[in-house]
């Protein structure tokens, strides 16, 4: 059964950081791309970050500088880095699988195949 949990958000202060886990299960994440997207209220699910089986990683320009991907596939495990926190950056926070066939950096929602149940960030003075 593929699972993957998301863990690591809260409440913080601007230019805070916050470190996000994304632990899977029951999958060889070794062979797939498993990505950061997020959702504020009313507005829809964006990209955050990618990471490609090689390592190559992709942010959106919102987070550019601020953000880090990384994995560690002995840990099974996907983190997203979040330095200098913004308001702007409050959002519910997902993990995903991307199916295998498409490009790395595709954030279509069509591409993934399972997602996480979210965690929580949230930004303010």
């Known amino acids: 059964q593929v699972k993957l949990v998301e863990s690591g958000g809260g409440s913080v202060q601007p230019g805070g950081s916050l470190r996000l886990s994304c632990k899977t299960s029951?999958?060889?994440?070794?062979?797939?791309?498993v990505n950061w997207f997020r959702q504020a209220p009313g507005k829809e699910r964006e990209g955050v970050a990618a990471?490609?089986?090689?390592?190559?990683?992709w942010y959106v320009d919102s987070v550019k500088g601020r953000f880090i991907i990384d994995r560690d596939n002995a840990e099974r495990t996907v983190y997203l880095q979040m330095n200098d926190l913004k308001p702007e950056d409050t959002a519910m926070y997902y993990c995903?699988?991307?199916?295998?066939?498409?490009?790395?950096?595709?954030?279509?929602?069509?591409?993934?195949?399972?997602w996480g149940q979210g965690t929580q960030v949230t930004v303010s003075s």
């Open positions: 995903a699988r991307k199916e295998i066939g498409w490009p790395w950096t595709d954030f279509r929602l069509a591409a993934y195949d399972h």
């Open positions: 029951g999958f060889t994440i070794d062979n797939y791309s």
């Open positions: 990471i490609s089986l090689t390592g190559s990683t």
